[in-house]
């Protein structure tokens, strides 16, 4: 029953920006920690960045502060990934998660791609 539905992502010219939604279903989603993760072809999958259910405090990787927004809505049930000043190394399959404890739901991810 429980599912994460991610959309948005595609294809942008370096500079660009591209927007990720997810929108969770069959559990307390606000009792989730959502988090982004993506992984390129041949490369080790990373966490990009992550916000906490309690008090909304977001984690951002090195490689992508100052350009990449995290943020939930939870009377919406819905969590974004504003991606600004994209790269081509941003490249990847991004993957919504959401994750309590042992628990993790997995999207099926969205294609990235940042190219000339």
Do not use: H
């Not at 939930?72 to 919504?96: F, G, H, I, W």
């Amino acid at each position: 029953q429980a599912q994460v539905v991610e959309s948005g992502g595609g294809l942008v010219q370096p500079g660009g920006s591209l927007r990720l939604s997810c929108a969770p279903s069959g559990f307390r989603f606000r009792a989730f920690t959502m988090s982004w993760y993506r992984q390129a072809p041949g490369k080790e999958r990373e966490l990009v960045a992550s916000i906490r259910s309690v008090d909304n405090l977001a984690n951002y990787a090195d490689f992508v502060k100052g350009r990449f927004i995290i943020s939930r809505d939870n009377l919406n049930n819905t969590a974004y990934l504003q991606m600004n000043s994209l790269k081509p190394e941003d490249t990847a399959v991004y993957y919504c998660i959401a994750g309590i404890q042992c628990y993790s739901y997995w999207g099926q991810g969205r294609q990235v791609a940042v190219s000339s």
